[in-house]
T-cell receptor, first 114, second 116 residues
Protein backbone atom coordinates (compact mmCIF):
# COMPACT_ATOMS: atom_id res chain seq x y z
CA UNK A 1 0.00 0.00 0.00
CA UNK A 2 1.06 3.56 -0.46
CA UNK A 3 -0.08 6.87 0.90
CA UNK A 4 0.80 10.53 0.83
CA UNK A 5 0.39 13.12 3.58
CA UNK A 6 0.58 16.81 2.86
CA UNK A 7 1.20 18.38 6.20
CA UNK A 8 -0.36 21.78 5.52
CA UNK A 9 -3.73 22.37 3.90
CA UNK A 10 -2.98 26.10 3.49
CA UNK A 11 0.28 28.03 3.25
CA UNK A 12 0.47 31.80 2.96
CA UNK A 13 3.67 33.64 2.02
CA UNK A 14 4.59 37.13 0.92
CA UNK A 15 5.75 37.74 -2.63
CA UNK A 16 9.52 37.37 -2.85
CA UNK A 17 9.84 35.11 0.21
CA UNK A 18 10.65 31.38 0.17
CA UNK A 19 8.03 28.69 -0.28
CA UNK A 20 8.03 25.35 1.55
CA UNK A 21 5.26 22.80 0.94
CA UNK A 22 5.68 19.64 2.98
CA UNK A 23 4.97 16.09 1.88
CA UNK A 24 5.55 12.72 3.52
CA UNK A 25 4.91 9.43 1.82
CA UNK A 26 4.77 5.75 2.54
CA UNK A 27 5.24 3.03 -0.03
CA UNK A 28 6.00 -0.66 -0.02
CA UNK A 29 7.96 -0.22 -3.21
CA UNK A 30 10.64 2.14 -4.41
CA UNK A 31 8.41 5.06 -5.20
CA UNK A 32 8.23 7.52 -7.99
CA UNK A 33 7.16 10.88 -6.61
CA UNK A 34 5.62 13.86 -8.33
CA UNK A 35 4.42 17.36 -7.57
CA UNK A 36 1.52 18.69 -9.59
CA UNK A 37 0.04 22.19 -9.55
CA UNK A 38 -3.60 23.04 -10.21
CA UNK A 39 -4.69 26.57 -10.99
CA UNK A 40 -8.37 27.46 -10.52
CA UNK A 41 -10.70 25.69 -12.94
CA UNK A 42 -7.76 24.02 -14.65
CA UNK A 43 -6.38 20.53 -14.85
CA UNK A 44 -3.17 19.47 -13.19
CA UNK A 45 0.24 20.39 -14.51
CA UNK A 46 3.37 18.42 -13.69
CA UNK A 47 5.94 20.50 -11.77
CA UNK A 48 8.60 17.86 -11.28
CA UNK A 49 9.19 14.17 -10.71
CA UNK A 50 11.60 11.95 -8.78
CA UNK A 51 12.40 8.55 -10.24
CA UNK A 52 15.42 7.27 -8.25
CA UNK A 53 18.04 9.32 -10.01
CA UNK A 54 19.28 12.52 -8.32
CA UNK A 55 17.64 13.15 -4.95
CA UNK A 56 17.37 16.90 -5.63
CA UNK A 57 14.93 17.40 -8.46
CA UNK A 58 14.50 20.65 -10.33
CA UNK A 59 11.19 21.46 -11.94
CA UNK A 60 9.50 24.19 -13.84
CA UNK A 61 8.96 27.78 -12.66
CA UNK A 62 11.90 27.65 -10.23
CA UNK A 63 10.49 24.88 -8.02
CA UNK A 64 12.58 22.04 -6.71
CA UNK A 65 12.11 19.12 -4.33
CA UNK A 66 14.44 16.92 -2.35
CA UNK A 67 13.81 13.21 -1.86
CA UNK A 68 14.87 12.10 1.63
CA UNK A 69 14.42 8.38 2.06
CA UNK A 70 15.38 8.39 5.74
CA UNK A 71 12.63 10.90 6.45
CA UNK A 72 10.21 9.57 3.80
CA UNK A 73 9.78 13.15 2.68
CA UNK A 74 9.57 14.98 -0.63
CA UNK A 75 9.14 18.65 0.27
CA UNK A 76 8.63 21.25 -2.46
CA UNK A 77 10.54 24.54 -2.27
CA UNK A 78 11.03 27.73 -4.20
CA UNK A 79 13.44 30.51 -3.19
CA UNK A 80 11.17 33.43 -4.08
CA UNK A 81 7.40 33.31 -4.48
CA UNK A 82 5.59 35.06 -7.32
CA UNK A 83 1.94 36.05 -7.35
CA UNK A 84 1.40 33.60 -10.20
CA UNK A 85 2.43 30.72 -7.90
CA UNK A 86 -0.88 30.97 -6.03
CA UNK A 87 -2.57 27.62 -6.69
CA UNK A 88 -3.26 24.18 -5.24
CA UNK A 89 -0.27 21.83 -5.06
CA UNK A 90 -0.51 18.05 -4.91
CA UNK A 91 2.18 15.62 -3.84
CA UNK A 92 1.74 12.30 -5.62
CA UNK A 93 3.26 8.85 -5.28
CA UNK A 94 3.38 6.02 -7.78
CA UNK A 95 4.95 2.76 -6.83
CA UNK A 96 2.45 -0.01 -6.40
CA UNK A 97 2.88 -2.27 -9.38
CA UNK A 98 -0.59 -3.67 -8.82
CA UNK A 99 -2.21 -0.35 -9.59
CA UNK A 100 -1.31 1.92 -12.42
CA UNK A 101 -2.87 5.04 -11.03
CA UNK A 102 -1.31 7.67 -8.85
CA UNK A 103 -2.02 8.24 -5.17
CA UNK A 104 -2.63 11.90 -4.43
CA UNK A 105 -2.19 13.88 -1.27
CA UNK A 106 -5.07 16.07 -0.16
CA UNK A 107 -3.42 19.19 -1.51
CA UNK A 108 -1.90 22.40 -0.17
CA UNK A 109 -3.37 25.73 -1.17
CA UNK A 110 -0.64 28.32 -1.59
CA UNK A 111 -1.57 31.95 -1.15
CA UNK A 112 0.90 34.65 -2.13
CA UNK A 113 0.40 38.05 -0.54
CA UNK A 114 1.61 41.19 -2.31
CA UNK B 1 -4.76 20.69 -29.75
CA UNK B 2 -2.03 18.52 -28.30
CA UNK B 3 -3.45 18.15 -24.81
CA UNK B 4 -6.09 16.01 -23.14
CA UNK B 5 -9.54 17.31 -23.97
CA UNK B 6 -12.62 16.79 -21.83
CA UNK B 7 -16.23 17.64 -22.55
CA UNK B 8 -18.44 19.14 -21.42
CA UNK B 9 -16.48 21.53 -19.23
CA UNK B 10 -19.52 22.01 -17.04
CA UNK B 11 -22.62 19.88 -16.56
CA UNK B 12 -25.61 20.62 -14.38
CA UNK B 13 -28.28 17.97 -14.12
CA UNK B 14 -31.10 16.84 -11.89
CA UNK B 15 -30.77 14.05 -9.38
CA UNK B 16 -31.68 10.71 -10.94
CA UNK B 17 -30.60 11.59 -14.48
CA UNK B 18 -27.81 9.78 -16.33
CA UNK B 19 -24.73 11.70 -17.49
CA UNK B 20 -21.91 10.95 -19.92
CA UNK B 21 -18.50 12.57 -19.65
CA UNK B 22 -16.05 12.40 -22.51
CA UNK B 23 -12.26 12.32 -22.63
CA UNK B 24 -10.02 12.62 -25.69
CA UNK B 25 -6.49 11.65 -24.66
CA UNK B 26 -3.29 12.79 -26.28
CA UNK B 27 -2.87 10.96 -29.57
CA UNK B 28 -0.82 7.80 -29.17
CA UNK B 29 -1.19 7.59 -25.39
CA UNK B 30 -2.10 4.03 -24.52
CA UNK B 31 -2.98 4.59 -20.87
CA UNK B 32 -6.02 6.57 -19.77
CA UNK B 33 -7.19 7.35 -16.26
CA UNK B 34 -10.31 8.79 -14.68
CA UNK B 35 -10.23 10.59 -11.34
CA UNK B 36 -12.81 12.37 -9.22
CA UNK B 37 -12.03 15.52 -7.24
CA UNK B 38 -14.53 16.58 -4.65
CA UNK B 39 -14.51 20.17 -3.46
CA UNK B 40 -11.40 20.93 -1.40
CA UNK B 41 -10.04 17.42 -1.68
CA UNK B 42 -7.37 15.54 -3.56
CA UNK B 43 -8.02 13.22 -6.45
CA UNK B 44 -9.68 9.84 -6.10
CA UNK B 45 -8.76 7.20 -8.65
CA UNK B 46 -11.77 5.75 -10.46
CA UNK B 47 -10.62 3.56 -13.34
CA UNK B 48 -7.67 2.97 -15.61
CA UNK B 49 -7.50 1.79 -19.24
CA UNK B 50 -4.63 0.12 -21.01
CA UNK B 51 -5.67 0.30 -24.65
CA UNK B 52 -9.38 -0.50 -24.68
CA UNK B 53 -9.38 -2.76 -21.66
CA UNK B 54 -9.74 -1.75 -18.02
CA UNK B 55 -7.44 -3.83 -15.81
CA UNK B 56 -8.22 -1.73 -12.76
CA UNK B 57 -11.77 -0.67 -11.96
CA UNK B 58 -11.23 -0.75 -8.24
CA UNK B 59 -11.95 2.93 -7.72
CA UNK B 60 -15.45 2.99 -9.18
CA UNK B 61 -17.62 3.94 -6.18
CA UNK B 62 -20.74 2.00 -7.15
CA UNK B 63 -22.35 0.05 -9.97
CA UNK B 64 -23.90 3.31 -11.15
CA UNK B 65 -20.49 4.22 -12.54
CA UNK B 66 -19.13 2.68 -15.72
CA UNK B 67 -16.59 3.60 -18.37
CA UNK B 68 -15.52 2.43 -21.76
CA UNK B 69 -12.83 3.24 -24.25
CA UNK B 70 -12.87 2.63 -27.97
CA UNK B 71 -10.24 2.73 -30.68
CA UNK B 72 -7.60 3.12 -28.00
CA UNK B 73 -8.66 6.74 -28.00
CA UNK B 74 -11.84 8.34 -26.69
CA UNK B 75 -13.22 7.30 -23.32
CA UNK B 76 -16.65 7.87 -21.84
CA UNK B 77 -17.46 7.83 -18.13
CA UNK B 78 -21.16 7.22 -17.48
CA UNK B 79 -22.94 7.86 -14.22
CA UNK B 80 -26.46 6.45 -13.99
CA UNK B 81 -29.18 7.69 -11.66
CA UNK B 82 -27.01 10.53 -10.40
CA UNK B 83 -26.96 11.44 -6.72
CA UNK B 84 -25.97 14.70 -5.10
CA UNK B 85 -22.78 13.13 -3.74
CA UNK B 86 -21.67 12.62 -7.35
CA UNK B 87 -21.12 16.37 -7.64
CA UNK B 88 -17.41 16.83 -8.27
CA UNK B 89 -14.86 17.62 -10.92
CA UNK B 90 -14.08 14.56 -13.03
CA UNK B 91 -10.55 14.60 -14.40
CA UNK B 92 -9.13 12.50 -17.17
CA UNK B 93 -5.42 11.87 -17.70
CA UNK B 94 -3.36 9.97 -20.22
CA UNK B 95 0.20 8.75 -20.41
CA UNK B 96 2.27 7.28 -23.23
CA UNK B 97 2.67 3.80 -21.80
CA UNK B 98 2.45 1.85 -18.62
CA UNK B 99 5.64 -0.15 -18.86
CA UNK B 100 7.04 1.94 -16.06
CA UNK B 101 5.31 3.75 -13.27
CA UNK B 102 7.37 6.91 -13.54
CA UNK B 103 5.53 8.14 -16.58
CA UNK B 104 3.90 11.45 -15.70
CA UNK B 105 0.23 11.74 -16.50
CA UNK B 106 -1.14 14.57 -18.61
CA UNK B 107 -4.42 15.94 -17.34
CA UNK B 108 -7.40 17.55 -19.00
CA UNK B 109 -9.14 20.56 -17.49
CA UNK B 110 -11.92 18.37 -16.12
CA UNK B 111 -15.71 18.30 -16.21
CA UNK B 112 -17.41 20.07 -13.34
CA UNK B 113 -20.54 18.06 -12.55
CA UNK B 114 -23.27 19.56 -10.40
CA UNK B 115 -26.26 17.49 -9.32
CA UNK B 116 -29.27 19.52 -8.24
Amino acid sequence: AQSVTQLDSHVSVSEGTPVLLRCNYSSSYSPSLFWYVQHPNKGLQLLLKYTSAATLVKGINGFEAEFKKSETSFHLTKPSAHMSDAAEYFCVVSGNTGRRALTFGSGTRLQVQP
Amino acid sequence: GAGVSQSPSNKVTEKGKDVELRCDPISGHTALYWYRQRLGQGLEFLIYFQGNSAPDKSGLPSDRFSAERTGESVSTLTIQRTQQEDSAVYLCASSPRTGTLNQPQHFGDGTRLSIL
